[in-house]
């Protein structure tokens, strides 16, 4: 039906992270297009997705567009409806992808999605990546790891958890 399916995020790296599981249902709904991912973060950060193809960022208003036989759909979950309401005012989380995705589903005349929104978690294939730094660490320091990411919240919809007083309890209550 499409020849080209272009999927844009003009946000970062989590928010694009974020619509994998999106992603990955259109391409099984239309298995024979071309895919482009448009956003502004570098071609490593989706290589592992097999013919796929990253360009600049191209930002569409509405949530799916169609212009002659390609279809564009922004996978970003903050942004707004035609009727000016927010899409997805609680967040960036597996809950806000499936509204979004029910809203291009619904655009397409597509029946809903799945019921389970879990379905939609993003996964990553690592064989893709060069990860030998990381096995190597592993495989050194057997002991056991907790892994905090604790870098600054740069995504609009997301609530600051106060990342810093929880990893310092994190800390404490499994000395590390």
Known sequence: MFKEIHFTNEWHNGDIH?????????IQRYPNAGYYYHHKHGKRLLQDMPGF?????????????????????NTWVGQFLPNGKQLCSWGCNCNSNKELLNHVLKFLNKDAILANELDLIPTIDFTKFDVSNIDNFLKNNTNK???ICNGETLSG?????????KSTRLNSSHRL
């Open 53 to 73: 193809y990253t360009e600049d960022c191209v930002n569409y208003p509405d949530i799916a567009t169609i212009v002659d036989d390609k279809l564009y759909i």
């Open 18 to 26: 974020m619509s994998r599981g999106i992603i990955k249902n259109i």
């Open 145 to 147: 790891k907790i892994l």
């Open 157 to 165: 919809p997301y609530r600051d958890w106060e990342t810093d007083r």
